[in-house]
């Protein structure tokens, strides 16, 4: 039995973070590359995660770049033979890394697309069962990280009772007193 099971991460959703190697939502840390962007990856495998509901437009303009270029590199091509300035070699080696990326994307897509539409046919209790059982069980932690992997299936609301009941059990298996200020509970 996993500890979170307020959080299915088995559960197709396109708007959280998927892991193509382990084939789950699983949860993630997260990188500030050099230019500023953030980077997901999985805890698990350390693979890099993707949204699915964000990469489908990429990947569509992606693919529609390299036809275009490629049809416009391709036509240009026999009229250049002969001219000082070809514009279908820069037109076909855009083409040939936005094909690269476009295609790497609609790779990792088909493979969530399928992994959906297969968990989408299982019962309510076979995905509870494979959630239990799966070997990278989400595990519970403060830390921003956490709140944010967890913001992804839960409301806010919802989100504050699972930090809520976490807080609960810790207070009633740690006895040690803490050294922090705590006002005591308002109680008449
Ligand atoms: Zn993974």
């Known amino acids: 039995m996993r500890e979170m099971p307020e959080i299915n991460h088995c559960i197709p959703n396109r708007n959280a973070f998927w892991c193509a190697k382990c084939y789950v939502h699983s949860q993630f840390y997260c990188e500030t590359e050099s230019d500023g962007t953030a980077r997901y990856s999985c805890r698990e495998c350390d693979f890099a995660m993707f949204l699915p509901g964000q990469i489908v437009p990429w990947k569509n303009g992606l693919l529609l770049g390299t036809l275009l270029l490629g049809l416009f590199g391709l036509f240009r091509l026999p009229h250049e033979m002969m001219t000082y300035w070809q514009w279908s070699p820069a037109c076909l080696a855009f083409a040939g890394f936005f094909g690269l990326i476009g295609g790497m994307m609609w790779f990792h897509m088909r493979n969530y697309s399928q992994w959906a539409a297969s968990?989408?046919?299982?019962?309510?209790?076979e995905l509870e069962k494979e959630a239990n059982e799966f070997a990278?069980?989400?595990?519970?932690?403060?830390?921003?990280?956490?709140?944010?992997?967890?913001?992804?299936?839960?409301?806010?609301?919802?989100?504050?009772?699972?930090?809520?009941r976490f807080d609960c059990r810790?207070?009633?298996?740690?006895?040690?007193p803490s050294d922090e200020l705590e006002l005591p509970p308002l109680e008449d």
Request: proline content about 2%.
């Open 119 to 125: 968990q989408r046919l299982k019962s309510n209790s």
């Open 170 to 176: 810790k207070r009633k298996t740690v006895s040690k």
């Open 136 to 164: 990278a069980s989400p595990y519970y932690e403060m830390s921003d990280e956490f709140d944010k992997w967890a913001a992804q299936f839960l409301s806010e609301t919802e989100l504050l009772q699972l930090h809520e």
